[in-house]
């Protein structure tokens, strides 16, 4: 290495004697050397020659080695170019390969593992893995491993998750070559996607054979998609975790078409909320055999999800019997008053079959009342670690709920903004003087009985 970095520092061709090349003093007579740095253009220096042998060098061995330098500097330009060439298409190769298995319809741990199994034979590992954060977004999980038979094994682990946490630590890309142990080499690259860290992509090799700066880089090319799969697969899985239930298909189809959950943080929206729930079902509950009353309100709840999915409504959620629904979220609908309404008058008639069926079976009669309000709420994903709704929260909300209240069986009552959005869509009759709780003053609700 000391005559590599003399060597490069050369402007042409140069004899050295034996002392020059750093021989014992017993050998220096005995060798004579050729030094010839390897220079492109101008002063581009990509390294160096040397050639020693016994018999001194000639004036026309310099002439010739001089004569081949000029095309060996040619050559390792052109060699580095290819290899460059080759890596680009293989991070390309590796990057299609990886798509192509994002594409496929595979459940999420298919395609984890589908992408371990590519990783190790796109770098020659003999193990790869995935660790994502848990639910609490607070500690590292094992998701994925190639070999969980090693992984068990305790100091593996331990090594594994110390390597992880110095990546996810740095921000960065760490490759560790000199371990001790049945693991030699590991490298890890963090997963982050729009400044969120989800997890880390690694790679490990209990042989002699160590990561070079080439697997950095494919590993770095395949975690460039891997974060993109892994995020948005987590994001349609939370969409469906939290809406899967509670809207259309159809509406779930579009949200997940947009790979954005973002409105699940909370927004303000102006929309409509609907309550239904049944008359007396506390009396109901006491004379009625539990086996019997469950399956009444099961029917009932069916019947009502229904209808509001057809309206493109959202089911917020079932407490007891009551039907919390909302319109106008999350998707915004111009018409979210009056699908409440339609909603509304719609559960009225399939209630009615629902009670025909109970009645003949004979159970008492149970029917539904339903309060619908309109105003400005707030949005978005409440609970806890454990359990979530999207639901809504604001005065329109409780308006809702008080009037629903007030309903009697048959009824579909709405509040007065909701009516002066829809007055002239609607038949409506006017009930002045009501009272309810949290509202100051008396309050004028109107019974819709008819869509024109």
Known sequence: RDLAERIT??????????????????????????AVPIIMGENERLGGMLLVR?????????????????????????????????????????IYKIDHIRDQDLTFDEMLNAVLHELEEIIAAEISYIMLYDQSGQRLEMRAATRQDLFQMSPHVQKVYEIA??????????????????????????????????GVLGV????????HQDDQRLLSAIGSQMDTAIFES????????????????????????????????????RLTVLYADVRGSTSLAERTEPE???QFINSYLEAMTKIILEFNGTLDKFVGDEVMALFGAPFPLEDH???????????????????????????????????????ELIVGEMGSAQRTDYTAIGKAANLGARI????QGGQVLICADTYALIRDQIVATPIHGMEFKGVAGLATVYEVTAVK
Request: with cysteine; glycine share 10%.
């Open 9 to 34: 520092q050369l402007d042409g061709v140069t004899f050295w004697t034996g002392s020059q090349l750093l021989l014992d003093e017993d050998e220096n007579g005995d060798w004579h050397g050729t």
């Open 54 to 94: 016994r018999k001194p060098f000639s004036e026309m061995d310099a002439y010739l080695l001089n004569l081949a330098e000029d095309h060996i500097d040619s050559a390792v330009i052109q060699g580095y170019a290819y290899y460059d060439q080759q890596q680009r298409l293989k991070e390309l190769e590796t």
């Open 165 to 198: 946490d110095h990546a996810l630590h740095d921000g960065r890309l760490v490759c560790h070559n000199d371990l001790e142990g049945t693991l030699r080499s590991v490298m890890c690259l963090p997963l982050i996607l729009n400044e969120h860290v989800i």
């Open 204 to 211: 490990a090799n209990g042989g002699g054979m160590g990561f």
């Open 234 to 269: 987590l994001e349609q899985r939370h969409l469906k975790q939290v809406l899967g239930r509670s809207v259309d298909p159809r509406v779930m189809e579009k949200l997940l078409a947009q790979s954005d959950a973002g409105f699940l943080e909370g927004r303000r929206a």
């Open 292 to 294: 019997r009353l469950v």
């Open 337 to 375: 008053a009056l699908r409440a309404v339609q909603v509304g008058l719609a559960m009225q008639s399939a209630h009615e079959a629902v009670l025909r069926d109970w009645i003949a079976q004979g159970g008492d009669n149970a029917p539904i009342g339903v309060g619908i309000a309109t105003g």
């Open 404 to 407: 629903c209240s007030a309903a």
